[in-house]
């Protein structure tokens, strides 16, 4: 028969029955009949571009009227047993009645090409969504759209070795894009649900999604399973490529190995310019063999979270094993991967608006998996009318290294003068990082691995935080900066060793009692209001003088989601003190803070003022008179060491215990909070820098 361009008319000689690779068919090349093995014949189209044309199937419709699930699974189904791609042109196509893919052979090769990228399209029909069409009309010629709000739009069952390319699916989710959108990511998925979508903390195995891998693995689902669709007990599939695919307004963009099944065995699922937009998570996985996942390029915005190992399965879903050159944006998390049996790698990725890092999980057993992120650019955001960040960025019970980038808060967020970096139950490391709050010439200071519980190690390299060098090979709670020009130092927590100016190495040993102030607290008053109503905390204090506007003080955080610990981080300025009363603002999101019982419980009443962020490293002589004001002898050259809000320490003892400088600094004249409680010379200082040996200060 004639070489046919769309291979169409030879498909009505094909059996209907997968091929064998023994089969002889005839046809004519010039002018001559000749017999062929089935192989034989598929690799010839194959390398002639040859395919299985969607427009040769009654009843598809391209310009999504009416619906073409059936036919487009016949197609489908004749595509496998030929062993060729089935090619769609540009176009709508609405799935309605069932899953395209669903019913396929086990084990079958599916091929399903869109008509690429950019270019003309056909123009859709009445029953179309009314939402903008968004990523999927920018970058898509052709577009499934799925009318269903309940089943997912394509279902790879235990299949391998299949590819899914050059094409765009659409949902019927639009809350993520009227009620969230670009104003106001939060961590609630309810405002990412709209009415009728199935999804949320009852569905774990069958949510509404763009790409359900494995979803009828397990007999019977505790949610129910999806409707009309058969399971059956099986292995995973392995090998699946999604390569040049957007996907908008579902609940998941992608579901993987999420049935119910202990071990599905799917695995080797690679993303390739995949991007998603509009969901509650793009990547929901749900148990713990679906490893090596990789996804390069592409990206997702407008979700709730990026991967979620938590939500979904038996909650024990893995990471993905590569995470490389991929943009992120308007997100509340990136992970949720409590349980992550399997380590990340996280590579040259760009996320501007997002909220929080996440949480990393344990692995296998504690301390099982890693997490590793490399070079890109992680900068928190706060803009229109989005809350407050959360106060954690990071809480990671795996090995965790970051080195290369740069993690931060944009600029519309500098006004926040903490970022709380925690490490959870293992350490964190980073290494050439740049990390920063507000611009360099502001005091504000990152609270790395910090929090009064002490469980977090964080050791930093040759990083930089607001334009100083942060350096150390000890885990620390501050960064230390022996390279100023005004010779002082960032904070440390306890001693450190730490390297000079110029290259030597010294001890920092900080000043008794220090850098921390507890305040005796009572009447402690929390005014939590939802945002973007402000919200306050006052109390009375008996040493109301040691504090000042602007300190940090520290308070007890709820739990982050999926948290195996909770902690007390900075988490409130100081904006007024008159008298006893000092009242604070909050610097987080108000649905972070814990309660005033609580804090009670934990504290008995005290309050912890986190400490200016620098001391010097060199003495100041000066000349007390037993009352607040302090006159510097050392000339001009020592009157800008000392800054406005720093305690001060001195070798004759005339001061009090936590004194503070009120104001003064540039000038020979410094006044305290509290009076001297004698006259005469004296040197200040905060802490000190000692040779090895411990030997004289200086």
Known sequence: MPLQTNFSQLLANFPASPLTGTEAFAFDQAGTTKGATAKALRDFFLSSGQFVDIRDFSGIDSTGNTDSSVAINIALSQSISANLPLKFTPGFF?????PIGYGMPQGAVMAILGAGGFGPQTNGGFNLPTPPYALAINTCSTIFVNQTKVLPTFCLNTVSGSILKDFGIMGQNYYPYSNVGYNCPLDNYAAYLGPGIRGGPGITNSPYCAIAIDPLIYATPADGGYPGLTYANSFGSNGIILENITMNYFFACIALSTSGAVAENGSAVTLQNVTGSWCDTFLATGQSQSRLTTMTDGGFGGCRQGFDGIN?????????ALIKKINIGYAYRIFAVQNAFGSTTMEECYAESFRQMGLF????????????IKGGDLNITQQGSWPPPPPIILESYAATKMSGGTLGYASNAATIPALNIIGGVAPIDLDCMGIGVVSPGQLGLPMIGYNKNMTSQVS?????????????IYPRTYGLDSAATNHRLLASWGSRLVPNANFGEYVFLPGTGLPEVQLNASSITLNLNAWPTASSLTFNSTNAASIQVGDVFYWLAKPNSYSLEQYVVPMLTVTSVVGSLVTCSLLFDPLCYDSVANWNVYQAGQMFVAPVPWAPTQTVTATTNGTTSVTLTGGAAQYNIIQNGDWLLDSAALLPSAARVVSGSGSAT???SAAAVGSGPTALYFGRL?????????
Request: glycine letters at 18%; aromatic letters at 4%; a positive charge.
């Open 312 to 320: 979904y399965g038996n909650s024990q879903g893995c990471p993905p």
């Open 690 to 698: 000692y040779p090895m040996l411990l030997g004289a200060p200086i």
């Open 94 to 98: 609405s799935v309605v009645s069932v």
């Open 460 to 472: 930093l390299r040759d990083c930089i935080a607001n334009g100083k060098l942060l350096t150390d």
């Open 361 to 372: 999980g344990r692995g296998p057993s504690p301390g099982g998996s890693g997490l590793s």
């Open 670 to 672: 410094l006044v305290l």
